[in-house]
């Protein structure tokens, strides 16, 4: 049907560009915090660029649902403002024949936003940690901080260079190492790191500096020059990063179904695929439009909207973690209270009632 092909049509490419539009936005704002903590000597550049990319598609699960929302209801909205859904009610048309359309769309996008909720969302948290934790022990000497002093993945040294370049090369180098049989303060004019292509092994080839090695005032205490020290930093075994429940996979969720956080986690998981639907309802309801009302007037509602069924969800996985609420409840008071409350307004919509009606009393009064 031409009328369906022009639906899909308009709500894909609707739903494609908010898609990117949230992604830009999430991801400047997510960068803006990613670049404070760099600053602080929290990560280098390279470590950076990889968890904003984690961070961004852990986002996934969380945005479609919001795309497809503000799709269909800009979708609908333009429909109903440019009078085409008038002309189609003439013809026999009504909202109710968008259902279909609306809840195909929608099986196409829950398979994307269960796949990404059971698997990439938490494999992102995964990788988020990992980098996280190696990031403190850094493993490669051009990836210090400029102007930071930063353990280094050499057992028990301190790495700290003034200048970093982009090749690698660093100025003005300090290394100092606490080791009690092997105290030590090595300062450097300049260093490039290398790797030996024979073991493997790292080093920081250092120029013109002075190796102050010993206790001070011990007889083995001694200051050596140099021209070119060849420095091997010792490979360190980072220990497993402590992963949140967040990023565990299913199958060591299914078996902590007795753990109310495990079971938090299910349930938050297997409901983002719930939420696709229910806010699809919300936004044929919300899509109606006229001459008479601002043209932001019904998405202002829609996001309130939202933005209480977020937090309804927020608070309920809460309620979860704390045994409030049985497991077998889950979340899915959230869910089908939302999902009443959005079949109510649809029925009032499609019998052209208001969609909340005050009480007599009040209206009186």
């Not at 196409?108 to 403190?136: C, D, N």
């Not at 057992?155 to 260079?161: D, K, S």
């Not at 080839?205 to 205490?221: C, D, F, V, W």
Request: glycine share 10%; with cysteine.
């Amino acid at each position: 049907m031409i009328i369906n092909r022009a639906f899909y049509r308009e709500v894909a490419v609707t739903t494609v560009g908010v898609t990117v539009v949230l992604l830009v936005v999430m991801t400047l704002m997510n960068l803006t915090l990613l670049l404070g903590r760099a600053v602080r000597g929290g990560a280098t550049e390279s470590v950076l660029y990889v968890l904003l990319g984690y961070q961004m598609l852990g986002k996934i699960d969380v945005l479609l649902p919001l795309a497809f929302y503000l799709g269909v209801l800009m979708t609908l909205s333009r429909w109903y403002r440019d009078s085409e859904m008038t002309v189609l009610a003439a013809c026999g048309i009504g909202l109710t024949h968008f259902l279909r359309p609306v809840i195909l769309i929608g099986l196409a996008l829950g398979v994307v936003v269960m796949a990404a909720s059971f698997y990439t969302t938490p494999l992102a948290v995964r990788q988020i940690e990992k980098v996280k934790t190696q990031s403190v022990h850094r493993a490669e000497p051009h990836q210090v901080a400029p102007g930071v002093f930063t353990e280094s993945a050499g057992t028990g040294q301190i790495l700290y260079a003034e200048k970093v370049h982009r090749n690698g090369d660093l100025e003005g180098i300090f290394i100092s190492s606490l080791e009690a049989d092997n105290q030590g303060v090595l300062v450097a004019k300049s260093g490039r790191p290398f790797t030996d292509t024979k073991t493997g092994d790292k080093f920081v080839a250092l120029r013109e500096g002075t190796l102050y090695e010993g206790e001070p005032g011990a007889a083995n205490y001694r200051i050596l020059e140099f021209s070119v020290y060849n420095l091997r930093i010792e490979p360190k075994i980072i220990d497993e990063p402590l992963v949140p429940m967040a990023g565990q996979p299913n199958f060591v969720l299914l078996g902590q179904l007795g753990n109310p956080e495990a079971n938090a986690e299910l349930h938050w998981r297997l409901g983002k695929t719930m939420v696709l639907f229910v806010l699809a309802l919300f936004a044929m309801v919300f899509a109606y439009t006229d001459a008479r009302r601002g043209r932001m007037s019904n998405f202002f509602v829609a996001i309130v909207v939202y933005f209480v069924y977020s937090n309804l969800l927020g608070i309920g996985e809460t309620m979860l973690q704390n045994g409030s609420v049985p497991a077998a409840a889950g979340l899915w008071w959230v869910h089908g209270g939302m999902g009443l409350v959005a079949v109510y307004l649809l029925r009032q919509r499609l019998r052209n009632r208001p969609l909340f009606v005050m009480p007599a009393g009040l209206v009186r009064a």
